[in-house]
DNA sequence: ACCTGCATGTAATTAGTTACATGATTTT
DNA sequence: AAAATCATGTAACTAATTACATGCAGGT
């Protein structure tokens, strides 16, 4: 699953310049996984080289022209084959999970801060994927539900798991203590 | 959250080596992040010539001797720092997500292999887990515990949400077709 | 005989980030 | 006046994977 496959998925459902699947990737995807624009127009630019997109030059008003991306018969058999045959992997890349992991070295006043300023991520991701529910211009409407029906799902679960984790850290039995200028026993 | 810090992260519960700590990465802490041989040696040796961490070699009977990685002061120091200024990042990197958000252009009987194959590797981790709480000899049990009791909690909740997804694309009104010889039209 | 586990490491390659470069338009 | 949005791209660098190299012990 490298940035080529992650731009096939995103042109599997509809047509997008690159700046747009940057977008989808950080905003109605965030969480999955975001790719920076030094690594997604060079993958572009392979994609059309080995003949598994095509792409048009669209000019706009008051914004510049963009280069709109389609996905070619032979890059959705690619696609559709690579995702067939990749092993079910499944990893969890998180600060934020270690940071809980290890609540008990942070300062409780920074752990707080991070735990809200998580919680805040996924509320507005959360409202991203209503928008992208909601208006309907290029994707379709059966593609985005599916998508955004599966990742509010996950995430939703996910916020339920971390409120219940952030409830027993705050409890006052579980009383963080403060950063230590030493270092912490932990080989008890 | 590079592998200097998975390592850092590691060491601050227990002493390990090299392939302690990929062992790790690998069983208990699956679904985490992996991390191969080629990178993690140049970490660890990185992380001894910066001073963040000791080794010692230590002989052992029948097998080859080890390299026993220990936790500096200042590693410690430099480990709750970075962990407490990071941004709570959490992304998923999952081909496992996209097989089943694309489930429907996937062959039905590979779609049920993929859902089957993850599902026992969650298993398999979950079996892992407990294994590594109840068994005590080098990592402290209470930090066992709160690291498996996220770990698990975290896979359970996407197991449960997991299988709802997969009874659902089971259903008969659902029923997914095989892969095409041509494009599939999603531009609806 | 062959595979798996234990154990460490290097070399070649691939993949990815960060910072830079450009420039118009709209919002604060 | 400054910052953000739209839009594409390159160059330098960092980080990581994959494949290789070595070798002994125990199980099938």
């Given at each position: 699953m490298n940035i080529k496959h992650l731009c096939l998925a995103v042109l599997h459902v509809g047509d997008a310049s690159g700046y747009e699947i940057r977008k989808v990737l950080a905003e109605?995807?965030?969480?999955f996984q975001e790719v920076s624009f030094g690594a997604l127009y060079p993958a572009l630019r392979k994609l059309v080289d080995e003949g598994l997109a095509t792409n048009r030059t669209v000019a706009q008003s008051g914004v510049p022209d963009k280069k709109v991306y389609a996905i070619t018969d032979a890059g959705r058999a690619q696609f559709i084959d690579t995702l067939s045959e990749a092993p079910a992997n499944h990893q969890i890349r998180s600060t934020f999970l270690m940071q809980l992991v290890f609540?008990?070295?942070?300062?409780p006043e920074r752990l707080r801060a991070l735990m809200q300023e998580r919680l805040d991520a996924f509320e507005r991701d959360l409202a991203k994927i209503d928008e992208f529910v909601d208006c309907s211009d290029q994707f379709s409407r059966e593609s985005r539900e599916r998508v955004a029906r599966f990742c509010s799902g996950a995430l939703r679960t996910h916020c339920a798991t971390l409120r219940d984790e952030i409830a027993r850290l705050d409890s006052p039995e579980n009383t963080p203590h403060n950063r230590p200028d030493g270092p912490v026993s932990c080989a008890g």
């Open positions: 109605e995807l965030a969480n609540a008990d070295v942070l300062a």
